[in-house]
């Protein structure tokens, strides 16, 4: 997820979207990943990707994050950053947290109530996945693929699947991985993950941990 400074607006206009896929192509193929999906809202951006190497999202990111605001900052006449931070970023599980991950990119337009149906939202992979339009900047998961054996019957079952929906709890806990840059998988996932980097990967409860009850160092 790519956030505008203090949740501002990252796009003005429908030139400012259309750069935006314009770069975001052009750095997949450069850095070597797949985009399965995307959404571009207002002030923030949500991509799910693969890359073929180690490093391949970081470097994708930057090379969209310096043109795109170098040419925004142009057009608008403005300077500074336009990204709050870094890109947040979290490992997903196969098949259906993939395909839940779908849903969520794709739903976002609707659950900000700025559409009715995903279909409606011009600047989304949804056309792409659901209805077969082509758009080059997207690459099928194996997931999805595995949808169906043909594309018709692949469009139709994604389809009926962004139909039904994502569960609030399942939204909700894929934004508070991604935000705290958590792999989001089952159990034995993310035993996987902390085995492999030796990290501990459950995500903290929101909110202020609680104060010790006694100073571990009292003033003197």
């Not at 336009?82 to 993939?98: N, Q, T």
């Not at 035993?191 to 409860?205: D, S, Y």
Request: aromatic share 10%; glycine share 8%; hydrophobic share 35%.
């Amino acid at each position: 997820m790519q956030r505008g400074v203090d949740r501002q607006a990252c796009f003005a206009r429908d030139d400012d979207y259309f750069r935006y896929r314009q770069e975001l192509g052009e750095a997949a193929l450069k850095h070597a990943c797949s985009v399965h999906a995307y959404v571009l809202m207002t002030n923030h951006v949500h991509l799910l990707v693969t890359p073929a190497e180690p490093g391949g999202v970081s470097r994708m990111m930057q090379a969209i994050g310096r043109r795109y605001v170098a040419g925004f900052n142009t057009r608008y006449r403005r300077t500074g950053t336009l990204w709050e931070g870094r890109f947040r970023s979290a490992l997903v599980d196969s098949e259906e947290y993939v395909l839940a991950c779908y849903r969520y990119i794709e739903l976002n337009p609707v659950r900000a109530a700025m559409t009715l149906e995903p279909g409606d939202y011009r600047w989304s992979s949804y056309a792409c996945n659901a209805a077969g339009v082509h758009d080059a900047r997207v690459t099928p998961h194996e997931a999805y693929r595995r949808l169906g054996a043909v594309d018709r019957e692949r469009l139709a079952t994604y389809a009926a699947l962004v139909a039904g929906g994502i569960a609030m709890e399942q939204a909700h806990d894929l934004a508070v991985h991604t935000q705290q840059q958590k792999p989001w998988g089952s159990e034995r996932f993310r035993r996987q993950i902390e085995a492999l980097t030796g990290r501990e990967v459950e995500v903290r409860p929101r909110g202020r941990p609680a104060k010790p009850p006694h100073s571990a160092h009292p003033k003197k």
